[in-house]
């Protein structure tokens, strides 16, 4: 299962990027991947009239868009349009960050999941 990423690289610069997470057979109930930590489950809705200039991720967390659409920039000026059932990998918690911003007029409703320190996915 493949999810975007967004890091900083070692000056400061944001970026998108992939992850693929293994799974494996579960049997009768599907693929699984392995537990991966968590800390805290933060419930959110952002107006549609949402625009948030640069900033960092608080914390290394999966961002999970449950309803509406918003549209993510990187540094190099990379932009990408997500929405209800996008997950997102956000790791670029120092240095310059991403921007946010609303799309379509549509308020969001997304679960931000911060992951346990040392969790590789």
């Known amino acids: 299962m493949k999810?975007?990423?967004i890091y900083n690289?070692?000056?400061?610069?944001?970026?998108?990027?992939?992850v693929d997470i293994?799974?494996?057979?579960?049997?009768?109930?599907?693929?699984?991947?392995e537990k991966f930590g968590a800390d805290k489950i933060i419930f959110r809705e952002t107006p549609a009239d949402y625009d948030f200039?640069?900033?960092?991720?608080?914390?290394?967390?999966?961002l999970f868009i449950i309803k509406g659409r918003a549209e993510f920039t990187v540094s190099n000026g990379e932009r990408h349009v997500f929405g209800a059932?996008?997950?997102l990998l956000?790791?670029?918690?120092?240095?310059?960050?991403?921007?946010?911003?609303?799309?379509?007029n549509e308020v969001?409703?997304?679960?931000?999941v911060t992951l346990d320190e040392g969790v590789t996915l």
């Open 108 to 112: 969001r409703h997304s679960i931000f």
């Open 3 to 5: 999810i975007t990423r």
């Open 90 to 104: 956000l790791e670029d918690t120092e240095g310059e960050g991403h921007c946010s911003r609303a799309m379509y």
């Open 53 to 62: 200039k640069w900033h960092p991720a608080p914390a290394r967390q999966l």
């Open 22 to 33: 293994a799974l494996k057979d579960g049997g009768p109930i599907g693929m699984l991947s």
């Open 9 to 18: 690289d070692e000056v400061g610069k944001s970026h998108f990027g992939e």
């Open 85 to 87: 059932g996008d997950v």
